[in-house]
């Protein structure tokens, strides 16, 4: 690791499944995810560059939000360790992990719908004296850090142009100022990580080249951007680099033109042979263009062909 | 019909001295549902177990009242951590199950006869009330009244109390929940998740509330059992915790004055409800196959739960709750 090396060097990092970064803020190793027969998760190394937009992508059921979870305590690991910025955080609760500066959104948004979009924020300020229950009836021991905490809070709620729902209950809230209303709370945690999990899901296309510019400004205010996403072409607008999830394992990173051609990314997505169309040729040309042996197969086809036979040809036999 | 006293005993019921107890059991209990979103169905277990731990060292080892306060904090304290700690973990339909169950282990306990030496079993504890009679600035045997209703110095003193305990804890409860450590509380209600990946170390707070609520609790059982001045495993039935739900519905959820009003308004309902038809059946007002002098005792709940299910329906937020928060999807 070595961190005199600027954020866009990665540019020089090969595009290698696990490969390393010149500056890591989380590194994942031999992560492991089972939900009985089902492997949701298998990523054997896995690194997140300090400073920079990572977007990770993949098909449904890729293990991405699993791998969230995992990583930010809200689910545990049958195996593996991850270090966030030098701290062992595997096996830590939620909070623990979110108190150390990785916080994370939500696929489905959470706002507290019966608290006032401004209590919203200000329950995401870490460290507060009136949270603690002997000094909570009191004013004086929290009143200042409320009044400090109010304010960056409104300075955030201008920023995510949330300010005139300020006092309005957060479940009047659109679904989009939601997802903005979530970004801006985890803001309030000062984070140096924030893992944002689907953040342009069911959100308008106003919004989202809004929702792309705030995630912009979070790398510009020095903050390491994770976010898992569907709609490509904001993961080519954004992302400096883009790990790809299938099937439980990281199969491909890279930037995002890496990543737009590399066939096993397309395979993952498509299925191999996606530009294949088998039904408007001859068997023989198919049976060659899928790879395979062509003597092998008309064996198999003979075989199924003959088990049909007898399988029939019994049950007529036992009807009568 | 004698409609004064009808009317009087109605309106003596809602602010008497039992009012007033069950009105800080509700309180305690809006800490838990209302504002944590914990449902606790084993209010009436903490109430029980506040009025036994006080009655118990009284009046079987003498010991001073004030040394039985703190008998009172450990007990409720310990059922809180008890139930909290293998449930809080969890989702909180298992508190529901282990609270509405470990309750009625309570009462039952209590009204065994294997431990009446302990408990008094089902004729109740008795013989611990003494310091309040003594304590009392009114002569006990005083009369006074109300209107049409007449009623004792004791009575009137306890009345006195419990609605002077009835501020105390409501004060309590305002400080705590207008500060960020009851903000913590209302996001655990209204999704645990999202506190937890703000920092909050989300089964500490959830812990605290069912303390602070399991405390508030026995302070009212305390104050139910004085006032009659018998502990009784009757007055700690389930519907004790079902009444303080209906009281806290109708005053309106985690609102601070909500348990006051609401006490008021169901204990009236219900006490009007039972004037009536007691003073009907006896004087042959009302048909035989609607209510008799034997059953109506029986209808009345039903008649109030009439009452107080349009009074729900066309306010479903309670008084004191604010309508736009009912239009929310909370899960």
Sequence with gaps: MSGELAPAETALVP????????????????????????????????????????????????GKTTLFNLLTGFDRPDAGTWRFDGFDLAGQPPHKVARRGMVRTFQLTKSLARLSVIENMRLGATKQRGERMWAAPWVFPWSTQEREITERADALLERFRLAHMRDGFAGNLSGGQRKLLEMARALMTEPSLIMLDEPMAGVNPVLKQSLLEHILQLKAEGRTVLFVEHDMDMV????????????????????????????????????????????????????????????????????LAEAHHDDTGEREASGA | MNWELIFWNAIYTAINAGAAAM???????????????????????????????????????????????????????????????????????????????????????????????????????????????????????????????????????????????????????????????????????????AARALGKNVVAFKMQSLVLGGLIGSFGGLMLSAQTQSATPGQYATNLTFFAFTIIILGGLSRVKGPIIGTMIFLFVIQIVDNVLSQATR????????????????????????????????RPQGIFGDRREQVFDVR
């Design chain 1, 15 to 62: 595009p290698v499944p696990g490969v390393a970064k010149p500056d890591s803020i989380l590194v994942a190793e031999s992560v492991r995810r089972a939900f009985g027969g089902l492997v949701a998760v298998a990523v054997d190394h896995v690194e997140v560059q300090r400073g920079q937009i990572t977007a990770l992508i993949g098909p449904n059921g890729a």
């Design chain 1, 236 to 303: 080519h607008e954004i992302s400096d680099w883009v790990l790809v999830m299938a099937e439980g394992q990281l199969i491909a990173e890279g930037t995002s033109h890496q990543i737009s051609g590399n066939e096993e990314v397309i395979d993952a997505y498509l299925g191999a042979h996606h530009d294949v169309d088998i039904g408007a040729m001859s068997d023989t040309e198919a049976i060659r263009k899928l790879g395979l042996d062509e003597e092998q197969v008309s064996d198999a086809v003979e075989h």
């Design chain 2, 23 to 193: 009105c800080i059991v509700a309180v305690g209990l809006n800490v838990h549902a209302g504002y944590t979103g914990l449902l606790n169905f084993g209010q009436a277990g903490f109430a029980a177990v506040g009025a036994y731990a006080f009655a118990i060292p009284i009046a079987n080892y003498d010991w001073a009242w004030y040394y039985a306060i703190p008998v009172v904090m450990a007990a409720s304290v310990g059922l809180s951590c008890l139930l909290g700690l293998p449930t809080l973990r969890l989702r909180t339909d298992y508190l529901a199950i282990v609270t509405i169950a470990s309750a009625e282990i309570i009462r039952l306990f209590a009204n065994s006869t294997r431990f009446t030496w302990l408990t008094g079993g089902s004729d109740g504890k008795q013989g611990w009330t003494g310091f309040f009679l003594d304590l009392n600035p009114w002569p006990n045997g005083g009369r006074y009244r109300l209107g049409a209703q007449v009623f004792d110095g004791y009575r009137l003193f306890m009345l006195v109390v419990g609605w002077s305990l009835v501020i105390i804890v409501s004060l309590l409860v305002w400080a705590l929940m207008r500060s960020p450590w009851g903000r913590v509380l209302k996001s655990i209600r209204e999704d645990e998740d």
């Design chain 2, 283 to 314: 004087n042959d007002k009302i048909p035989g196959w609607m209510a008799t002098t034997s059953n109506y005792s029986q209808v009345k709940f039903i008649v109030a739960g009439l009452i107080l299910a349009a009074l729900v329906v066309f």
